[in-house]
Every structure is written in structure tokens, then in C-alpha cells.
């Protein structure tokens, strides 16, 4: 009940002590209002009422000025530790904030490198699978035929060969004679007959550089000891 009146009466002490003289010297006036002025008397009660305001004017400041500035402290005490109560709060969550930063520094720094070693990965699969067709198709290689002697018979030869760095698969080559087609044609042979006489077929299943295949054979009929 003292900390809720005492903070009203130290802040307006003086009024409630003039008020207080003034109901007491009207009091005391309406006592003597029967008898005969006695200036005297009058002067006396009003210095002593002066005296008596100005004791309880001082009274109340050192018996009430103490006590609220006791309570103005703990107000700032209670204040300055609510305020440190909040700072460690601010600072924790700093704390936890600059921990998930950190946490996700280190998850976005695994991630790229997971994307990194991912699109290696796929870098080396496509080269691969590039690979695979490459020896499949053949890749940029093709395939020719080459005639030479041969050095133990004097033959000529055809020889398939490939130039590239990959096999070449599923290889089917003819050589017709062409003028031993015209002279059967004219002689009026059958389409079976000329091809099978002056045509000559062979399939290949693949075909590696550096590896010529013989396809086919001729007499050389200007053999000679050298061969080419």
C-alpha cells in the first residue's frame, strides 16, 4: 500500500501541506470568530502554521525523495537487466543464425561439388557412349579398295582396306569385268550367266584399320620377279 501512495505524496507533498495549513488556519479562525480580535494571537498561529508547513515541506523531501529515488533505481536496475535478458537473446539467435549460414555454406560447397563430380561423370559417359558408336559406325572412317602384286605369286590383289581410327562392320563389295559382260551380252548369255561369270561378290563382317582383307585374285600375266 506504501509503494502505491508514497510515489503520489513525495510528487505533490507541497500542495498536500498547504492545503493541510490552510484547513487548520481556517479551523483555527473559526474557533475565535466568538471573540475579540487578537492580532497577536492571530500573527503567532500564522507563523506557526508557516513553521509547521515548512517542517512537513522538509520531512516529506527527506523521508520521501530517498524512497523514490530507491524506487527509480530498481526501475533501472530491473530495466538494465531486462535489457542484458534481451541482448542475450539478440546474441544467441546471432549465434544460430551465423551456424545455419555456416551449415549451409558447407551443404551448398557439397552440393556443387557433387555437380562438379556429376558432370565429370556425364563429361566421361558421353565420351564414352561417342565410343561406342564410333565402333559401331565406324565413326569418320571409310573403306577403299587397294590393288597390289602379290610378292610370292605375282597375283594381283584386291585388297579391302580402312582408314580411321574404328572398325568398319557389314562391308559388301562386287567387281564386275566389264568387258567380258559386253562380249556374253552380245553373245546373248542370260542375266544369271553374266553375273555369275563376270561378277564377283564377297560380305564382310568388319574390317579394322592397318588389317587389309583380300577380296580377290587376278593372274598377272606381266609378272615378273619384283613385286609392288
Not at 32 to 42: A, L, V
Not at 156 to 174: D, M, Q, T
Request: aromatic share 10%.
Amino acid at each position: 500500500m506504501f509503494d502505491l501512495i508514497a510515489p503520489f505524496v513525495g510528487t505533490h507533498f507541497p500542495w498536500i501541506a498547504a492545503l493541510a495549513a490552510v484547513v487548520g488556519f481556517g479551523f483555527s479562525i473559526w474557533q475565535d470568530h466568538t471573540n475579540e480580535p487578537n492580532r497577536e494571537r492571530f500573527a503567532k498561529k500564522v507563523k506557526n502554521i508557516a513553521l509547521a508547513v515548512a517542517s512537513l515541506a522538509g520531512l516529506g523531501s527527506a523521508v520521501v525523495q530517498p524512497y523514490l529515488a530507491g524506487v527509480a533505481e530498481d526501475k533501472l536496475e530491473a530495466s538494465q537487466s531486462a535489457f542484458r535478458v534481451k541482448q542475450d537473446e539478440l546474441n544467441d539467435k546471432q549465434d544460430d543464425l551465423l551456424d545455419a549460414q555456416a551449415s549451409q555454406i558447407d551443404q551448398l560447397k557439397s552440393t556443387n561439388a557433387l555437380h562438379q563430380e556429376n558432370n565429370a561423370l556425364l563429361k566421361k559417359n558421353g565420351e564414352l557412349q561417342r565410343e561406342l558408336i564410333n565402333y559401331e559406325t565406324g565413326g569418320d572412317g571409310f573403306f577403299y579398295l587397294h590393288f597390289a602384286r602379290a610378292k610370292r605369286t605375282g597375283e594381283i590383289e584386291a585388297r579391302l582396306c580402312v582408314s580411321g581410327r574404328y572398325p568398319i562392320s557389314n562391308i559388301k563389295v562386287h567387281i564386275t569385268d566389264l568387258d567380258k559382260k559386253l562380249a556374253m551380252e552380245r553373245e546373248g548369255r542370260t542375266y544369271k550367266e553374266i553375273r555369275a561369270t563376270c561378277t564377283r561378290e564377297q560380305d564382310f563382317s568388319q574390317v579394322w584399320p592397318n588389317a587389309p582383307l583380300v577380296f580377290s585374285r587376278w593372274p598377272n600375266h606381266t609378272h615378273s620377279n619384283s613385286s609392288y
